[in-house]
Nanobody, 118 residues
Framework: VQLVESGGGLVQAGGSLRLSCAAS????????MGWYRQAPGKQRELVAT????????NYADSVKGRFTISRDNAGNTMYLQMNSLKPEDTAVYYC????????????WGKGTLVTVSS
């Protein structure tokens, strides 16, 4: 399984970026897909997740109302639309795919750097 992120870069505060995660198989084959981020000197944190079954996406409080997670209809790409970016959003963003059975398995991409300047 391969997950490859793209779309990171340098943007001014208030700007927007859209991250993509290309999967080597359908994103719907994972029980859950999500985005995480890790800022310098900090632990990796959850940004947003989407779960099979039709439930609403889950967002970290810090990004609610600004970020939107989605998947394309073909099923092999996941996106993170990031609006109203803040300097504190600066981090490496990672794509995650989780499978729950027969045991919990997490798959990760290598990350894409997002830098928000003030």
């Amino acid at each position: 399984v391969q997950l490859v992120e793209s779309g990171g870069g340098l943007v001014q505060a208030g700007g927007s970026l859209r991250l993509s995660c290309a999967a080597s198989r359908s994103t719907f084959s994972f029980n859950r897909m999500g985005w995480y981020r890790q800022a310098p000197g900090k632990q990796r944190e959850l940004v947003a997740t989407v779960t099979n079954g039709g439930g609403s996406p889950n967002y970290a409080d810090s990004v609610k109302g600004r970020f939107t997670i989605s998947r394309d209809n073909a099923g092999n790409t996941m996106y993170l639309q990031m609006n109203s970016l803040k300097p504190e959003d600066t981090a490496v963003y990672y794509c995650n795919g989780r499978i729950l059975a027969p045991s919990v398995m997490d798959y990760w991409g290598k990350g894409t750097l997002v830098t928000v300047s003030s």
